[in-house]
């Protein structure tokens, strides 16, 4: 069993930042793949941001040069340090944690950033 706890949402004006994390527990395997997704209403989801347990992150178009993604790997724990936050980055955030074959999802956090 897995469970992914994620923080760090809220409401923030635009140009402001904000930190999410999301800490996993249960049975962790020293090979994954974490990351972030987000949702807005009437959208698909889409990633965000990920990386490797390797080292290796990716990071979306949309927010790269803003978003920064980190891992604390003796804390089974990811970062996402958004900055120069834009209205149009309002979702659901939500953790993901994949590790063969299953993937796993956060309960999501809600970023809202006001114009």
């Known amino acids: 069993q897995v469970q992914l706890v994620e923080s760090g949402g809220g409401l923030v004006q635009a140009g402001g930042s904000l930190r999410l994390s999301c800490a996993a527990s249960?049975?962790?395997?020293?090979?994954?793949?974490m990351g972030w997704y987000r949702q807005a209403p009437g959208k698909q989801r889409e990633l965000v941001a990920e990386?490797?347990?390797?080292?290796?992150?990716t990071v979306a178009d949309s927010v790269k040069g803003r978003f920064t993604i980190s891992r604390d790997s003796a804390k089974n724990t990811i970062y996402l340090q958004m900055n120069s936050l834009k209205p149009e980055d309002t979702a659901v955030y939500y953790c993901?944690?994949?590790?063969?074959?299953?993937?796993?999802w956060g309960q999501g956090t809600q970023v809202t950033v006001s114009s």
């Open positions: 993901n944690l994949f590790q063969h074959p299953r993937n796993y």
């Open positions: 990386g490797t347990s390797g080292g290796t992150t």
């Open positions: 249960g049975s962790i395997f020293s090979i994954n793949v």
